[in-house]
């Protein structure tokens, strides 16, 4: 049957069934309004037109658009090809039906709307959707069965509204490299717990979840190499069992936006990858994002993983946070708050950065590093992070720097080890250890610690003086005690020359001990030197007079000198028993003296 139609008329057939190869070619203009049965290799060719029935049946379809229903014949095979066009499969009370229970279903091109969509048959049974638009509220798809949106040069795009969609054996966005496959999920619930939901398989997946309930087994957005996937989560919840990976080929990219809703990852012993091999984005700017496992940003050696978090939430109280495993791992935290268990920054071979300018930041259980074994930073801007213990530069090798531009740190403990490094302009509240550098300031600058500090032999303090005014020199205000020894190097900037009586209160303390294994000061003036009599006092260092002889003093030392000199020459001319004897009057006097 051919059902063909002009550009201003068309033609309308009713058709209840096709057997023994008959066949339904739908041209443009053409329509069709019926109920549709097919058995023994029966087809419908979709190319234009509209095909509209409240209910399909057919036993095989290897393209994709139609109902396919239940067929008595199980070898039995029907075909329909939609290239352009629309088909729905509706009615009042929402239970038209579209079942494929034996076949492949494929669609190319076009328009689908339909109540329900099954694919029953898992073994045997297929829904392709390769180009095109299909609008369901109601889809149930097998185990065995695969459903895969987007295998052409052709945008292929899923709406699924309303009611419950069942992806038994997951559900593949974008399979081919040219393709582009979107789903938009706004209905009640969407489940794909028994295989993996993948945006973006080789080409450009897109999902939305503005709605309802998604339960996933394993979420991966970007998966193979060259692929890219987009993930949104507007509102309603998605939960998945197992991992969550964005960015997981080397060259994929995986973008995931939390606008809304809840994005939970509930498997304990799987991980959260932003850029496992790949690059990967993660952005926070409302909503919430709670994880039972450790979140890793940058995990392989070429990965690029950015978490950002503008407001909203992301908690992972069992394994906390890796920035920087073996890859670039970058977080940055603005507003919001970031809850974790540990928190490490440059892992292995990583180089991590972690920034917070806004919000909170809290490591609650277990440490914080920064640099370990590979390269950290930490930055705190015009806000506070609490964590408990934080060590910079916690293994051999590792590089670890902490910054803080008007911030506070609040920490049990920090610990900065040999290659740590500790600058800017903020506060520490909690004792401090160091066997690194501490430089204050940006030249120059004040750190406080409200606690004791501790300055171990390999450590460094670098101090510069810019001025007498105290905000034009470095200055460490320590809350109780100072224990000092390594080195204290002080240098001059702005072209700063010191004068006589100047004095500088580097250091402000409650109580001090120990001293400078090696104090190195600039050079002053001729005439001028340095005094540190007070530094483990009060703090201070001090610009001074050098110490002159007076004239006097000098006569005396001269003529002393002189007369040994002399002594000595008389000594080596006349030997001691001969000059007894040529000096008679030395003898007498001498003799006289014994009286």
């Known amino acids: 049957m051919l059902v063909s139609g002009g550009v201003s008329g068309s033609s309308t057939a009713n058709v209840a069934s096709l057997n023994n190869f008959g066949a339904v070619n739908i041209s443009t203009g053409g329509t069709v309004l019926s109920a549709f049965q097919l058995s023994d290799y029966g087809s419908i060719n979709v190319a234009g037109g509209t095909l509209f029935t409240t209910n399909f ?19 039995t095979t029907g075909t329909v090809l939609m290239t352009s066009g629309n088909i729905g499969v509706t009615n009042a009370a929402q239970t038209g039906q579209l079942l494929v229970n034996v076949g492949t279903f494929t669609m190319n091109g076009g328009n689908l709307s339909a109540d ?11 829904f392709s959707l390769n180009g095109g638009v299909v609008t369901s509220s109601f889809t149930q798809v097998a185990n065995g069965s695969t459903f895969s949106v987007g295998s052409n040069a052709v945008a292929a795009g899923l709406v699924l509204i309303n009611d419950t969609h069942s992806f038994n054996n997951g559900l593949q966005l974008a399979v081919t490299a040219d393709s582009t496959g979107t789903v938009f999920f706004a209905g009640t619930q969407l489940q794909a717990t028994n295989g993996d939901t993948v945006v973006g398989l080789r ?10 309930l998604v339960l996933s087994r394993q979420m991966i957005v970007g998966a193979t190499n060259g692929a890219t996937g987009n993930y949104s989560l507007i ?56 994880l039972a496992n450790t979140l890793y940003a940058g995990s392989s050696g070429k990965a690029l993983g950015t978490l950002t978090m503008q407001a909203g939430s992301l908690v992972s109280t069992n394994g906390g946070a890796v920035i920087g495993l073996a890859g670039l791992g970058q977080m940055s935290v ?5 809850t974790l268990n540990v928190l490490s920054i440059g892992q292995a071979t990583g180089t991590g950065a972690v920034l917070v300018t806004g919000g909170s930041l809290m490591v609650t259980n277990g440490s914080t590093f920064v640099g370990n074994f590979g390269t950290g930073q930490l930055t705190i801007s015009n806000t506070t992070m609490q964590a408990r213990d934080v060590t910079i530069s916690s293994k051999l090798g590792s590089l670890g720097t902490l910054t803080l531009k008007s911030g506070t740190l609040i920490a049990s403990n920090l610990f900065n080890g040999t290659n740590g490094f500790i600058n800017g302009v903020g506060t520490i509240s909690g004792p401090v250890t160091s066997a690194g550098t501490i430089s204050p300031g940006f030249s120059p600058g004040r750190i406080f610690i409200t606690s004791n500090l501790t300055l171990q032999a390999t450590s460094t303090v670098t101090m510069e003086l810019g001025g007498t005014d105290t905000n034009l ?45 090696v104090t190195n000061l600039p050079a002053l003036d001729p005439g001028l ?33 002189a007369g040994l000199s002399l002594l000595r020459r008389r000594k080596k001319i006349i030997p001691p028993t001969i000059a007894v004897a040529q000096r008679p009057d030395v003898h007498r006097r001498a003799r006289s003296r014994s009286f």
């Open 203 to 212: 080409g450009f997946g897109q999902l939305t979840i503005s709605n309802g």
């Open 473 to 517: 020199y470095d200055q460490i205000f320590i809350g109780n005690n100072l224990q000092v020894d390594g080195t204290l190097s002080v240098s001059l900037i702005n072209a700063f020359d010191p004068a006589l009586s100047n004095s500088f209160h580097i250091f402000d303390f409650a109580s001090s001990g120990g001293q400078f294994a």
């Open 529 to 561: 030197t340095w005094d540190t009599s007070n530094l483990m006092t009060d703090g201070d260092i001090s610009v001074i007079g050098a110490v002159v002889p007076e004239p006097s003093t000098c006569m005396l030392v001269f003529g002393a000198c």
């Open 235 to 290: 509102a309603g919840t998605n939960s998945v069992s197992q991992s969550f990976s964005a960015g997981y080929g080397i060259t994929a990219t995986g973008m995931v936006r939390v606008t809304g809703g809840l994005l939970n990852v509930t498997g304990t012993n799987d991980f959260t990858y932003v850029g496992n091999a790949g690059v990967g984005q993660m952005l926070i700017s409302n909503g919430a994002v709670a």
């Open 334 to 338: 603005s507003g919001g708050s970031v």
């Open 57 to 75: 049946s057919m036993s095989f379809v290897t393209n994709f658009h139609a109902n396919i229903q239940y067929s008595v014949k199980t070898s």
């Open 116 to 126: 329900q969509i099954l694919v029953t048959n898992g073994a045997v049974s297929q």
